[in-house]
C-alpha cells in the first residue's frame, strides 16, 4: 500500500504544482539566477533524506513537483540575458 500512496500523492503533487505554477506569479529569482520549484523538491528531498524521513506521501508530492518542473521547456537555474 506505500506504493499507492506514493503514486496518488505524486500525481496530487504534479497537478497541484501545475496549477500553481500556471495561475500564481510568484518567481525565486534575481537578474542572474532563477530558483525553480524543482530546484526546491531537490533540495526537500536531501534534507528529508539526511533525516531519514520515509513517507511515501511526503516522498510522492516533492517527486511530482520535480518531474513537473523538470518536464518543463526553461528548467535551468541560469537565467537568459533576454527575459
Known sequence: ???????????????????????LKFHARNKSIW??????AFLAMA???????ESPSIWGILTGVA???????NWSIMRNSGK
Open 35 to 40: 530558483v525553480h520549484h524543482w530546484i526546491l
Open 47 to 53: 534534507v528529508l533524506l539526511w533525516l531519514k524521513i
Open 1 to 23: 500500500m506505500e506504493f499507492a500512496f506514493y503514486s496518488v500523492a505524486m500525481i496530487c503533487g504534479f497537478a497541484i504544482t501545475r496549477w500553481v505554477t500556471e495561475n
Open 67 to 73: 518531474l513537473e518542473g523538470l518536464g518543463r521547456k
